[in-house]
């Protein structure tokens, strides 16, 4: 009895599904390959690039605010008493060059000074204490800072105030803010060329850009914050801005 063929596994039929496989495997291996090539070249065809500038600038306003305080067994005596104290403040000003004009006196604030025991109110007042604000503004800030620093002499006398010292302000801020976006812009753009030209590109146009918060600082200070900062403590000052500006790279 003659035995039967074996029957081979690599038929036509089943030859014909692994070639397809395969030629399918390499396809969609290729179309990924491009989709991933696509994307890295939308990712990498702009560079992002930061350009800062700044300039000296100096105050020409200054507001100081002053706080006259007075104590007395009674209401009517410590507002009499500081009343009394805003007036020589006041003399002291005009003296030293400020015009009536640049003094605005506030209205009298009252309270009491209640009596503890132990973290406990007795309910009876020790004293009363009366307060006034004194706002002097002037353009001549240089006589501003010599009278705050000058102040001792006045608090010699007996009057007692509160001195948290005076905020200097620039008024043509808003006026040096485009010329410096306009330096930044520049300083951006010379940064980009310099990054891309290192790494064999070049430069193309703008993209896109934005502005970051004025900083107003003391001479050769560094600090920043992301809302912009004003020091108001000194009158010389260091304007400085930053733009962030992405570059279409060729």
Excluded at 127 to 146: C, H
Excluded at 169 to 186: F, T
Excluded at 196 to 206: D, I, W, Y
């Amino acid at each position: 009895m003659e035995a039967k063929k074996k029957s081979s596994l690599f038929t036509p039929k089943f030859t014909g599904v692994i070639l397809a496989s395969i030629i399918l495997s390499i396809g969609l291996g290729y179309g990924l390959s491009l989709v991933g090539q696509g994307l890295a070249a939308k990712a990498g065809n702009s560079v992002i690039v930061t350009g800062q500038a700044r300039t000296n600038a100096t105050a020409d306003n200054a507001v100081w605010t002053l706080n006259v305080q007075e104590s007395a067994p009674t209401v009517a005596n410590a507002v009499t008493k500081v009343g009394k104290s805003v007036i020589a403040l006041s003399k002291y000003l005009t003296d030293g060059g400020i015009a009536d004009s640049g003094i605005q006196v506030a209205g009298v604030n009252t309270n009491a000074i209640n009596e503890y025991v132990n973290g406990n109110p007795t309910g009876r007042v020790l004293s009363y204490q009366a307060y006034q604000n004194v706002v002097v503004r002037s353009t001549d800030v240089n006589l501003i800072n010599k009278l705050s620093n000058g102040i001792g002499t006045l608090l010699q006398t007996g009057v007692n105030l509160n001195n948290s010292g005076p905020q200097f302000y620039v008024s043509n801020l808003a006026a040096l803010r485009p010329a410096l976006l306009a330096q930044a812009m520049i300083d951006a753009k010379s940064r980009g060329i310099s990054i891309t030209k290192a790494v064999g590109s070049k430069l193309g146009p703008v993209i896109a850009v934005s502005s970051g918060p004025v900083q107003v600082t003391s001479p050769d200070s560094v600090d920043t914050s992301g809302g912009g900062m004003y020091d108001t403590t000194t009158i010389p000052k260091t304007v400085t801005v930053t733009v962030s500006v992405s570059f279409k790279v060729n």
